[in-house]
């Protein structure tokens, strides 16, 4: 099946906007919605950044971060590598440095590349099968993997195949791993090439979203034009020495994979209990189904008012049937904030004690 790309712009965050809307909630907000792991990667501001904050980024801070990031990802060399001020800047880059033709984005899935590519003058198409990404006439097929918010994830060897297709035709396959982290297993970055661009999110997974920073792996040909896209000095000098630091730590990144998937597990026995459904997910969120876009939508206004947790959800102007009563979760970190309302508990108690109060105040 297929139909024309989404126009619309609708995304996890927005805590502001909440804060406004509910203004006696109990504080600190927890903002479960965006699947940012809330034990980020630890650093010193003062020490780790040096003088990054006071000058323009030059080689000395680019280069060691695309060389920890090549190791990170396994990509071929650094030329491979684009660095952008976040994935979704990389998002809206990639389709000017790619011939113009027809793109096919596998969905439902993360809302940004459909109008990504039509703005940039290609034509898009969405479709649901896998199988139509190699119909007649496609030039980009567009996967993500894990896929957002369900997180379906597609064998390596499934995205192998559809690459090699993709470039007897003279295409390319674009696989966005934004949660990739989570299924290294499943990641084809170490293979991009000439017919393979893969896109990779830093702050979800170490935790520093506000950093902006993402990766395209890509041919150096591909990797170099959306550079220049972009233009330069595109990510910031301390986004670019704290990436460096991080990528390099992996006994941080072994420990954090463990931590995550624990702590998702957890969480589905969390979200069962309060009766809601699970749909899918990552080791950075999971996506449950509340049996109906009514209970969904006062289980939301429920825990933000009376709890201050902001989860996300999908409104009608962007939502197929079958999501209509979906909720994602993010996972809960394990500090207590001191704050007004909170009674000293961390995220996963506040969490339990506001599923628990919205089961009693919803219909099952």
């Not at 449950?288 to 825990?303: F, P």
């Amino acid at each position: 099946m297929t139909g024309t790309a989404p126009a619309g712009r609708d995304h996890g965050g927005g805590l502001t906007r909440m804060m406004a809307r509910y203004p006696h909630a109990p504080r600190p907000w927890i903002d479960l919605s965006t699947g940012i792991n809330r034990n980020p990667y630890p650093i010193d501001i003062a020490n780790d950044l040096a003088d990054a904050w006071t000058r323009l980024p030059d080689d000395d801070l680019i280069r060691p971060c695309i060389a920890a990031a090549r190791r990170f990802y396994g990509a071929a060399s650094d030329d491979h590598l684009c660095l952008g001020p976040g994935s979704q800047a990389l998002i809206q880059a990639l389709p000017f440095a790619v011939p113009r033709g027809r793109v096919a984005v596998l969905g439902p899935t993360y809302n940004e590349h459909g109008p990504a590519w039509q703005r940039s003058g290609h034509t898009v198409c969405v479709v649901t099968d896998p199988a139509d990404l190699t119909a007649s006439g496609i030039d980009t097929a567009l996967v993500v993997n894990p896929n957002n918010p369900d997180g379906r994830l597609h064998a390596p060897d499934m995205l192998m195949d559809l690459a090699q297709v993709m470039a007897r035709r003279g295409g390319r396959l674009v696989v966005d791993e934004a949660f990739g982290e989570t299924a290294p297993a499943a990641s084809v970055a170490a293979s991009a090439g000439p017919a393979l661009i893969v896109l990779r999110s830093f702050g979800k997974f170490f935790g520093l979203a506000g950093l902006r920073l993402g990766v395209a792996i890509a041919d150096p040909a591909v990797a170099a034009a959306m550079a220049d896209h972009l233009g330069p000095w595109a990510v910031s000098g301390p986004a670019l020495a704290v990436a460096a630091q991080a990528y390099g730590d992996a006994g941080w990144a072994a420990r954090t994979r463990d931590r995550l998937a624990s702590d998702a597990r957890r969480l589905d026995r969390l979200l069962a209990g309060a009766g809601l459904k699970a749909v899918g997910g990552t080791d950075l969120f999971r996506t449950v189904d509340a049996g109906s876009r009514a209970r969904a939508a006062t289980i939301l206004a429920h825990l933000a008012a009376r709890h201050g947790i902001l989860i996300r959800d999908w409104p009608a102007a962007v939502t197929i049937p079958e999501q209509a009563g979906w909720l994602r979760f993010g996972i809960p970190a394990h500090h207590v904030a001191d704050a007004i309302g909170t009674g000293g508990l961390d995220e996963w108690q506040r969490l339990a004690a506001a599923l628990a109060d919205a089961a009693m105040h919803t219909d099952g």
